[in-house]
């Protein structure tokens, strides 16, 4: 075994390369090496400062909606000004190379796009489809103020609707909220039709995500976790390669890029 920490594992090449039709499930880890905090990580988790009960719940909006917005603006300034990395670049050039490739993400940012993946399904809705609490109209996004990514817990009143006057809400997917029916229906079907499935950076706590990958693997499909940490899921995959996503992507690409 190379002493590389980062080496490949040889069945790596075996259980991806016969592919054609590759389905990536990405959480908060994919988007670690930008910048952004994931939710459960151990010091800079972004629920480490809060707790998921208290801002990521309709609940939270009810009692306390500058907070809440104003953690979401915090957040979208973040992402507004982190780019995306090595390994989202990758799976944009996988996509290439697979054009069947899908993206099924729980990440609310947008740097699966911003990279090139031209799939991608949003579980958990996204920071840039603001929509009214009262009536649901969608309204444009507004970019957040550069200088709130410095200020995680500040109160912000939220904008409010054209059409009601209702405030305006994050276009997340909250605790207690059902997944956007679409959504979660094209995702369980790209991932039931699959020939293999890559499931990057996300700890596998969060349901009905954390079963979508069950899918696969009941039906023999190889199953590849990419995430420096074991997880819940990891007793299920065939292959856990503990590296994080972007120098694990960069190297499953390159130089082997046109061997996959
Ligand atoms: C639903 C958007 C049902 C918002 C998110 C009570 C009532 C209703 C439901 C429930 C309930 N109790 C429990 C539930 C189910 C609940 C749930 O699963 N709770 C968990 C906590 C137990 N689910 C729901 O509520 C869902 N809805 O069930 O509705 C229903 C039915 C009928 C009628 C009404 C309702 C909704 C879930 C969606 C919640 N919204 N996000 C926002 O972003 O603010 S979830 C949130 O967690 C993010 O989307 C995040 O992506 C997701 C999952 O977390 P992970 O992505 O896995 O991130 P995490 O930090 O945990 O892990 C990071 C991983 O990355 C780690 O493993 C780490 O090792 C790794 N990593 C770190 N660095 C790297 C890396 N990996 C690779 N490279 C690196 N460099
Ligand atoms: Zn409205």
Redesign the pocket.
């Known amino acids: 075994m190379q002493n590389d920490h980062l080496a490949m594992p040889d069945r790596l090449f075996d259980l991806l390369t016969p592919a054609r039709r590759i389905a990536v499930l990405t959480?908060?880890?994919?988007s670690?090496?930008s910048g952004i905090p994931?939710?459960?990580?151990a010091s800079n988790?972004?629920w480490s400062n809060f707790d998921?009960e208290t801002?990521?719940t309709a609940n939270a909006w009810r009692n306390d909606k500058a907070l809440v917005w104003g953690w979401?603006q915090w957040?979208t300034a973040m992402v507004e000004q982190a780019q995306p990395h090595e390994?989202h670049r990758a799976l944009a050039e996988l996509s290439a190379l697979r054009p069947g490739l899908v993206v099924v993400t729980?990440?609310?940012d947008d740097l699966h796009e911003r990279a090139g993946c031209l799939d991608v399904i949003h579980?958990?809705?996204s920071l840039f489809a603001p929509r009214c609490f009262a009536c649901a109209r969608s309204c444009p996004h507004q970019p957040a103020d550069p200088a709130l990514a410095a200020r995680p817990a500040l109160r912000m009143t939220p904008p409010v609707c054209a059409h009601c006057g209702g405030f305006i809400r994050?276009g997340?997917?909250?605790?207690?909220?059902?997944?956007p029916k679409a959504s979660l229906a094209r995702a369980v079907q790209v991932i039931t039709e699959c020939d293999a499935l890559l499931v990057?950076?996300?700890?596998?706590?969060?349901?009905?995500?954390?079963s979508l990958p069950g899918l696969a693997r009941k039906r023999g499909v190889p199953v590849v976790e990419?995430?420096?940490?074991p997880?819940a899921l990891t007793p299920e995959v065939d292959l856990a390669w503990q590296v994080?996503?972007?120098q694990g992507l960069a190297r499953l690409m390159c130089p082997s890029l046109d061997s996959i």
């Open positions: 959480g908060a880890g994919m670690a090496e994931t939710f459960r990580g988790g972004l998921p801002l990521a979401y957040r390994g729980q990440n609310v579980l958990h809705g994050p997340v997917v909250w605790f207690g909220e059902q997944l990057i950076g996300t700890s596998g706590v969060v349901h009905p995500a954390a990419i995430n420096p940490e997880t994080p996503a972007g």
